[in-house]
Each structure stands twice: as C-alpha cells, then as structure tokens.
C-alpha cells in the first residue's frame, strides 16, 4: 500500500529557514494534486501550500504567503516545502497530502496522508 513519507523538520530560531520533502513509497501511486498541510493543538488542520499537476496551479495559506515556496515533481509525484522567515506561530506538525482526484483544498477532501512531521519555531 502506498504512503506518503516526509522528511525535514526540526527545531530553529525565528528568522531561520527550513524546507520539507515528501514522496511516496511502495505500490503504484498517482495523484492530481499533491500539497502541505498543518496543525497545531487546538486548531484545525490548515492549508499550507498545494500544487496542482495538470495546469501547475499553487495555492498558498494566507499566512505563509511570500515566505513559503512549494514545488514538486508531477513524474515523481514529490513536493518540497521550503520555509523561510519562520515564527513562532509557524509551529505545527506539517503533513504531506496528496489526492488522486482535485476538488477542494479544503483538507476533509484529500485521501492520502504523510505521518507528519514537527516543526518547532522558537522566538
């Protein structure tokens, strides 16, 4: 069975940069649409960042905007994150989602989840 396996994350200052990857492993995978997510305790799953294969569209959550850069690889169905500016209120565990079939950004509509991974922004 397919997963999501992501990599980075970690622990830094304010100010300093970090950058995700995620890809898939074991059986065949394929998928539309492929982004980042996150949470923090108390708080909903959000949005980060999405990329969409067929016509390259890339969303951003208004938070990280200008400050987070995604990009992927549609052949390998891999996306990076990379942060950078980080803040506190970036802390959250960052998920790697991916969906075979695009309709929403909204993360209830996304089939395939990475384990998370922390990222802990201190002041």
């Known amino acids: 069975q397919t997963r999501l396996v992501e990599s980075g994350g970690g622990v830094v200052q304010a100010g300093d940069s970090l950058s995700l990857s995620c890809a898939p492993s074991?059986?065949?995978?394929?998928?539309?649409?492929m982004g980042w997510f996150r949470q923090s305790p108390g708080k909903e799953r959000e949005l980060v960042a999405g990329?969409?294969?067929?016509?390259?569209?890339?969303v951003y959550g208004d938070s990280v905007m200008g400050r987070f850069t995604i990009s992927g690889e549609a052949g390998q169905h891999s996306v990076f994150l990379q942060m950078n500016s980080l803040k506190p209120e970036d802390t959250a565990v960052y998920y790697c989602?991916?969906?075979?079939?695009?309709?929403?950004?909204?993360?209830?509509?996304?089939?395939?989840w990475g384990q998370g991974t922390q990222v802990t922004v201190s002041p």
């Open positions: 989602a991916a969906t075979v079939y695009w309709s929403s950004w909204s993360p209830g509509h996304w089939g395939y």
């Open positions: 990329i969409r294969w067929h016509d390259g569209l890339i």
């Open positions: 074991g059986g065949t995978f394929r998928s539309s649409a």
